[in-house]
């Protein structure tokens, strides 16, 4: 990997065109619906077919009940930060940085974990209201990130 810099850069930050591609979400046969859904700019959340809870991440058994028939819910793609933290190293190319990676309590009431954007780290708390937005990365992966709900 090639590092290239320019005035007014930060260390170790990459330009774009130089910059390698996100790393890939292991995508198995229990989450492939989600990220089918999020191309489709689609926040998808398993539910249990016998007992209606929802789960995330996708499991085959709901824990419940232990039925293993399920569908998915559309999410309304509105929630609060549950936690979070500011991640600066150790350092990916892929990202930039600091990096705030929260725990979203989605408004169904499950959570999943994602990354914030569109914020200051410093500006981040718990019970932010936030929303998803389906940023593409690439051709090949359209992931669930969330932003602040600007009023
Ligand atoms: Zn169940």
């Not at 998808?44 to 009940?65: D, T």
Request: charged share 25%.
């Amino acid at each position: 990997m090639t590092m290239v810099s320019k005035v007014g850069q930060e260390p170790g930050e990459l330009l774009a065109e130089n910059r390698p591609k996100r790393p890939r979400p292991a995508i198995t046969q229990d989450i492939a619906f989600f990220y089918e859904g999020a191309r489709k700019e689609k926040l998808l959340i398993q539910r249990c077919s016998k007992c209606s809870e929802l789960r995330h991440p996708p499991l085959p058994c709901c824990p419940y009940c232990r039925s293993l028939e399920w569908d998915a819910i559309e999410s309304s793609g509105r929630g609060q930060v549950y936690s979070f933290v500011v991640n600066h190293y150790p350092q990916v190319a892929a990202f930039d940085y600091p990096l705030v990676v929260a725990l979203i309590e989605l408004s169904e009431g499950t959570r999943l974990v994602s990354q914030l954007i569109d914020v200051e780290p410093h500006d981040v708390f718990i019970g932010m209201e936030v929303e998803v937005d389906f940023i593409k990365c690439d051709e090949d992966l359209t992931l669930p990130l969330f932003r602040p709900v600007r009023r």
